[in-house]
Structure formats: structure tokens, C-alpha cells
């Protein structure tokens, strides 16, 4: 019994020391919960609303980033991760107020808005509210009240 126990302990030895050496030598990338010096700005890259929805007055606009993700975190903390995060900023005819989306679904959704001429400018926005890149764009809701739904 004290043979196996003293072999068990053994082979647990070499296991963990063969374990512990393959890490020394390795070369990893950085974990995504520490900054990252150097890190490339974020990009914005926003389409025009898809024709076949604005023909039916819903305005749907594809956007995209890069070394950025949309989530829903605000504050000091949220800004020192990395890739970096936070939200966008959506305001719609150059209106007073605006939203922040924060939900990754690469699409703004505007509907409601009457016929003519409109823009959506959209902003990528730190947890705290600094924007580091935003795109407006211009279109025309059709007069849909003809069509039915």
C-alpha cells in the first residue's frame, strides 16, 4: 500500500513538473482583459439603409466595427479593456436628444419617421461617453401611406 501511495505521488510529480516546464519556454498573446498598449483605433463602417426596408418606411442601417465591441457597460472602469468597448451614440435629424445602442446587432433600426428627407448619425462611444468616431447618413422615407403593410 505504501509502494503505490509513494508511486502515485511520484507519477502526480513528474505530471505536474512536465506541466508547469511547457509554460516557461511558450510565448503567449495577451489576455482581452488587459489593456493593450498600442492598440489600433476603433473604426466605424456604416452602410446606407437597406432599399427594401425604407421602401416600406422602416429605416435599417448596417454598420460594423473594428477593434471595438458594442456592450452594455458605462463608467471609468469599463474604458481600460481591451479590444476596446462601449456603445453607440444614434441621434436623428441633428434632434436635441439622442440614444445610446448597446446591443451588438450590427443594425440601427429607426421607424416611424415620416416621409422626406432624414440623416442618422452614429457615433462610437467610450463607457464614459467619449467619441472617437461617428458617420451621418442622408436619405429619403418614401411616402409609404399608398402601400399597403
Not at 511547457?22 to 489593456?35: I, L, S
Not at 432599399?51 to 466595427?65: C, D, K, S
Not at 462610437?124 to 411616402?143: N, Q
Amino acid at each position: 500500500m505504501l509502494i503505490k501511495t509513494l508511486a502515485a505521488v511520484a507519477a502526480a510529480t513528474v505530471l505536474a513538473t512536465g506541466a508547469f516546464a511547457q509554460g516557461t519556454g511558450e510565448v503567449r498573446a495577451a489576455p482581452v482583459f488587459f489593456p493593450i498598449k498600442n492598440e489600433p483605433p476603433p473604426k466605424l463602417i456604416v452602410e446606407p439603409p437597406l432599399p427594401e426596408a425604407l421602401a416600406r418606411g422602416a429605416v435599417l442601417i448596417p454598420y460594423q466595427t473594428e477593434n471595438f465591441r458594442i456592450v452594455s457597460v458605462f463608467g471609468a472602469g469599463a474604458s481600460t479593456v481591451s479590444p476596446r468597448v462601449g456603445h453607440l451614440h444614434v441621434t436623428v435629424d441633428d434632434l436635441p436628444w439622442r440614444w445610446a445602442e448597446t446591443g451588438d446587432t450590427s443594425t440601427v433600426v429607426v421607424v416611424g419617421l415620416p416621409a422626406g428627407e432624414h440623416k442618422v448619425r452614429i457615433e462610437l462611444a467610450s463607457p464614459e461617453h467619449k467619441v472617437f468616431a461617428g458617420k451621418t447618413v442622408a436619405f429619403t422615407v418614401p411616402d409609404t401611406a399608398s402601400h399597403p403593410h
